[in-house]
């Protein structure tokens, strides 16, 4: 619901109309709609910080890949992205991070003593790590993220503009190519990663069973109660 009010906003900007809802520019959205500043800068010297969220005045440090240190004067509603996530083949993974960052600022707007007790940080900055522990916290900017980059009316319409029909039941490359196929183009559509896309469709109850992670898996195949009078 809350990133409805968001996304409901976007779309009155771009004037969208239902049926013809366009993908989520999640930086035009951050900026625009949660009134962000966002920009891309190396974070860190080993790509383990993919992006941070400032909440109030504060000086960042940073150590670049050529060994330089160089300081930010950053101010609350700064976002910024590490620049390696602008490389090709990780424009899901930087949308999703931009929109992750973007969840934080919208929680911390919304419930700023609630929120500040569950970030427990002294700084005033939230990283996102590329190997980090899922709590509460992040766990609610995922959250977020997902329905902000992928709103349910979005995914309704994107449905059968790639021919995929109510639901997907089986995804898998080897034994479902062309589903598998179509749903890839709605992946790079919507700028998301595969994997972010499954777990969205699966909170919206789109999507049975998927084989991202391992395709040469069997996929289970079971009998309508109709059939079994013919085994």
């Not at 049926?19 to 962000?36: N, Q, R, S, T």
């Not at 991070?97 to 911390?108: C, D, F, P, Q, R």
């Amino acid at each position: 619901m809350i990133a409805d009010r968001y996304t409901g906003r976007y779309f009155k900007l771009l004037q969208s109309k239902p049926g013809e809802l366009p993908p989520i520019d999640p930086i035009l959205l951050a900026e625009e709609i949660v009134k962000l500043n966002v920009s891309f800068t190396p974070l860190c010297d080993d790509g383990s910080v993919l992006g941070l969220a400032v909440f109030e005045d504060v000086l960042l440090t940073v150590c670049l890949p050529n060994g330089k240190i160089v300081s930010y004067q950053l101010s609350d509603g700064d976002v910024l992205i590490d620049t390696g996530l602008q490389q090709d083949g990780l424009l899901g993974r930087c949308n999703f991070t931009i929109a992750h960052e973007a969840g934080h600022h919208i929680l911390n707007r919304l419930f700023p003593e609630d929120y500040r007790q569950m970030r427990n940080r002294r700084t005033h900055i939230m990283y996102r790590r590329r190997a980090e522990v899922v709590n509460w916290v992040e766990w609610q900017a995922d959250t977020i993220a997902s329905s902000l980059l992928m709103p349910r009316q979005l995914i309704y319409e994107c449905m059968p503009r790639f021919d995929l029909g109510k639901r997907i039941d089986i995804l898998n490359k080897l034994y479902r190519p062309k589903e598998y196929q179509q749903f890839c183009e709605m992946a790079d559509y919507l700028g998301v990663s595969k994997q972010a896309l499954s777990i969205r469709l699966k909170q919206l109850h789109l999507l049975g069973k998927d084989y991202l992670a391992n395709p040469n898996e069997l996929p289970r195949v079971y009998c309508d109660e109709s059939d079994l009078q013919f085994i």
